[in-house]
C-alpha cells in the first residue's frame, strides 16, 4: 500500500474520475496536498458534443485531451487505473490491477454508465451513445448504410436532449440524400421531457417535414438484429438502433457502500460529502444532491470545485460549505437546422445560436486545458479552424 513517505508529510487527497467534475477539483488544489488523480481512460472526453461525430461535424481528436498532461500540468499524480473499491473508512482504494493506494480524503467524481433498462436485445443489438468511440462507430455505421441503394432505417431510442441532438445531426448529413428513414422513440409523454412543451413542437415542425417520424408514450420492449418492439405492441423496422435512452450509477458507488436505499447514485450533504462515508465527497453526475439538479457538465464542474475546496477544509478541520449552483441555460442544437436556447419556461430559437453553443465548447476546453505549451496552442487552432 502507497503511504505516506518520510519526506512527504502531506495530507494526501484522491481523485477518483477526470471527467469534467474531477479535473475541475484537480485544478482547484495545489501542492500544499498531495493529489492524486485516477482514470481508467488515457483521454477526458468532451461528451456534450459528441453527437456531431455523426454528421462529421467534428472528428474524435476535436472532442478528447490527454488526461495525463492536464493532471500533470496542475502540478498532481496521475494514475491510469480502474478503481473497483474505495474504503472510505479506512481511506484506500483499490485498483483492477490489485494496487492499493491510501488516502487522508477523497473526490469521487465517475459519471455514469449507459443504462438500457433490461431492455431484451439492447445491450447486443442497440449501439451505445455514451462516449467519443461509441459516436464515431455510429457515423462510420450511418455512412454505410446511406451508400446502400434501398431505402434504410434507422430507430433512435430516447427523445430526450442526446436523442435530439443525434436527430439534428443526421439530418444534417444525410436529409439530401432521401436514403434513411429515420424515427424516435420516447416514452415520456413529448420529447425533451423536463423542458418547455414549445421545444417539442419546434422540433416537430423542422423534422416532420423532412420524413422523421416520431413514436411518443410507448417504452420499448425488445430490440432484435432488425426490430425495435414497443409495448404498444408496434414493431419497427431497424437497420441501426441508436441507444441515448438512459444513463445510470457506475456499480463502482454500490460496490464502495456509497449508496443509498432509494437511489444508485451517492447520496451527498448539502456540501457534497457522502453520508456514508465522511472522508469522501462525491461530484458531478455520481452525486445525488439533497435538491436534485440536472446531470450535467457545468454543474459537475461547479460541484468539482465545491468538493475540491470542501475536502480542503474538512482536511484543516474548518466548517465545509453548501454547493450553491448557479443558474443555467441550456443549449440544445438540432444539426444546421437550429439551435435551441432554454431558461426556464423560455425558448428562443435561431440557427446563429450555434455559434453560442461552439464559443462555449471552445472557451471551456481552453480553460480545461490552457494554450500554454505548444500542443495546447495547436489543439487550440484547430477547434478554432471549424469555429470559422
Ligand atoms: C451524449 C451526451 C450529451 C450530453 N450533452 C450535454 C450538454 O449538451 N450539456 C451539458 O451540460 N451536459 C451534457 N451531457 C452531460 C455531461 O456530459 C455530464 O453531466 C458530465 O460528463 C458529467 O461529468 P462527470 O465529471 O460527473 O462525469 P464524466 O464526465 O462522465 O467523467 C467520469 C470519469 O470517470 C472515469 N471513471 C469512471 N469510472 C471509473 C473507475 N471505476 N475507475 C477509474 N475511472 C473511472 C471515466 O473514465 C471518466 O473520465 C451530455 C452527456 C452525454 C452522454
Known amino acids: 500500500m502507497r503511504g505516506r513517505t518520510p519526506s512527504d508529510s502531506r495530507l494526501r487527497i484522491m481523485i477518483v474520475g477526470a471527467g469534467f467534475a474531477g479535473l475541475a477539483a484537480a485544478r482547484c488544489l495545489d501542492r500544499r496536498h498531495a493529489v492524486t488523480v485516477i482514470d481508467r481512460s488515457v483521454s477526458f472526453e468532451w461528451l456534450p458534443n459528441i453527437h456531431e461525430l455523426l454528421s462529421g461535424a467534428k472528428r474524435p481528436a476535436d472532442l478528447r485531451l490527454p488526461t495525463r498532461r492536464l493532471v500533470t500540468r496542475a502540478g498532481h499524480r496521475h494514475v491510469r487505473a480502474e478503481v473497483t473499491r474505495i474504503d472510505g473508512r479506512a481511506g484506500q482504494l483499490t485498483a483492477a490491477d490489485g494496487r492499493e493506494l491510501a488516502f487522508d480524503a477523497c473526490i469521487v467524481a465517475v459519471g455514469g454508465v449507459n443504462d438500457t433498462y433490461g431492455v431484451r436485445g439492447a445491450d447486443r443489438r442497440a449501439m451505445p451513445f455514451k462516449s467519443v468511440a461509441d459516436c464515431a462507430a455510429i457515423g462510420r455505421r450511418l455512412a454505410a448504410l446511406a451508400r446502400q441503394r434501398e431505402e434504410r432505417s434507422v430507430v433512435i431510442v430516447g427523445g430526450g436532449l442526446e436523442g435530439i441532438e443525434a436527430l439534428g445531426e443526421i439530418l444534417r448529413r444525410f436529409r439530401a440524400r432521401g436514403s434513411l428513414r429515420v424515427s424516435v422513440v420516447e416514452s415520456g409523454p413529448r420529447l425533451l421531457p423536463g423542458a418547455p412543451p414549445a421545444l417539442d413542437a419546434s422540433v416537430r415542425a423542422r423534422a416532420v417535414p423532412l420524413g422523421v417520424r416520431f413514436c411518443i408514450g410507448s417504452p420499448v420492449v425488445a430490440v432484435t438484429r432488425s426490430r425495435v418492439e414497443l409495448r404498444s405492441g408496434e414493431k419497427l423496422q431497424s437497420d441501426l438502433t441508436i441507444w441515448t435512452g438512459g444513463v445510470t450509477a457506475s456499480p463502482l458507488l454500490r460496490d464502495s457502500g456509497l449508496v443509498g436505499k432509494r437511489s444508485s447514485w451517492a447520496p451527498v450533504t448539502p456540501a457534497l460529502q457522502s453520508t456514508r462515508f465522511?472522508?469522501?465527497?462525491?461530484?458531478?453526475?455520481?452525486?445525488?444532491?439533497?435538491?436534485?439538479?440536472?446531470?450535467?457538465?457545468?454543474?459537475?464542474?461547479?460541484?468539482?470545485?465545491?468538493?475540491?475546496?470542501?475536502?480542503?477544509?474538512?482536511?484543516?478541520?474548518?466548517?465545509?460549505?453548501?454547493?450553491?449552483?448557479?443558474?443555467?441555460?441550456?443549449?440544445?442544437?438540432?444539426?444546421?437546422?437550429?439551435?435551441?436556447?432554454?431558461?426556464?419556461?423560455?425558448?428562443?430559437?435561431?440557427?446563429?445560436?450555434?455559434?453560442?453553443?461552439?464559443?462555449?465548447?471552445?472557451?471551456?476546453?481552453?480553460?480545461?486545458?490552457?494554450?500554454?505549451?505548444?500542443?495546447?496552442?495547436?489543439?487550440?487552432?484547430?477547434?478554432?479552424?471549424?469555429?470559422?
Request: proline share 11%.
Open 278 to 388: 465522511g472522508k469522501v465527497f462525491v461530484a458531478g453526475d455520481a452525486a445525488a444532491l439533497p435538491d436534485p439538479l440536472p446531470k450535467q457538465a457545468y454543474f459537475a464542474m461547479q460541484m468539482g470545485r465545491c468538493a475540491a475546496d470542501n475536502a480542503r477544509r474538512w482536511l484543516a478541520g474548518r466548517p465545509t460549505r453548501p454547493f450553491r449552483p448557479g443558474p443555467k441555460p441550456m443549449l440544445v442544437a438540432f444539426g444546421n437546422l437550429d439551435t435551441f436556447l432554454v431558461r426556464g419556461r423560455t425558448v428562443i430559437a435561431s440557427p446563429k445560436l450555434a455559434l453560442l453553443k461552439e464559443a462555449v465548447f471552445q472557451f471551456t476546453m481552453a480553460e480545461i486545458d490552457p494554450p500554454l505549451e505548444p500542443s495546447a496552442l495547436r489543439g487550440l487552432k484547430a477547434r478554432l479552424r471549424g469555429l470559422y
